[in-house]
């Protein structure tokens, strides 16, 4: 087997990076395929995985490579506190796209449209993870699965479905979209098969997208404030699906 420096260097284009132990501890969790993983101080690492996720650390003990901190700085943006990265083989979009389209769904799917903000799409499919969301999808020209993406998803990428699409590849179901003109969202019971719609976050819902919407919703805001961060937004409507009957997923424990 090649070393982990040559193996990194042969994948590091088409892979998924996993910068930081978190985004690796939740890669693992949810089976993602771990092709190489590093650190620059093996021993700290794994009692990191002792104290926060033992469930992974045998996992990891059997895949991490101890290389030098330089080596380690050259693999990633910028270096993680935790000194840990790894790469992963990321989905196949046919395999995406055909979780996104199966029915009945039991929970919504997040329809980013044309987000702009990479630290904000990684929230969001953080979010969509932790509430047991099928899937979030973006339209426009930001990928989901870039490095700053699942490193503002701390790898929970891997628990639900993440995909770029077009205008014709937007999952079934009914269309919720946010939008100041909306009905109150509190009055609302939102279904499980819901795909829940929000605009970009300086232009809002494009016109197509708010034309194709089925529902407008709107969240209760404080008048004179202009608006909700996108995640929170995002949060917001994911709570309330889960607390009017929503099948929110019970925790099993863990960091």
Known sequence: MTDPVTRWRERAGSAVLLDGFHALKHALRFGAEILVAVTTDRRAALALAG?????????LDALLAEVPEGTYASFVPRPHPTAVAALA?????EAQLGVLARTPRTA????LDDPRNLGNAGAVIR???GFGATGVVTTGTLDPWHPTVVRGGAGLHFATAVER????????GPLFALDPEGDDLRGVKLPDDAVLA??????????ELRAR???????PMRPQVSSYNLATSVAMTLYHWSATGGAFPVAEGGA
């Open 198 to 207: 929000f605009g970009s976050e300086r232009s809002g819902l494009s016109g």
């Open 108 to 111: 919504p799917v997040v329809l």
């Open 51 to 59: 104290e926060l996720a033992p469930d992974v650390r045998d996992a």
């Open 165 to 172: 699409v077009t205008a014709a590849e937007l999952p079934p």
């Open 89 to 93: 083989v990321r989905p196949s979009r």
């Open 213 to 219: 919407a089925d529902h407008l919703l709107a969240l």
């Open 127 to 129: 979010l969509a993870a």
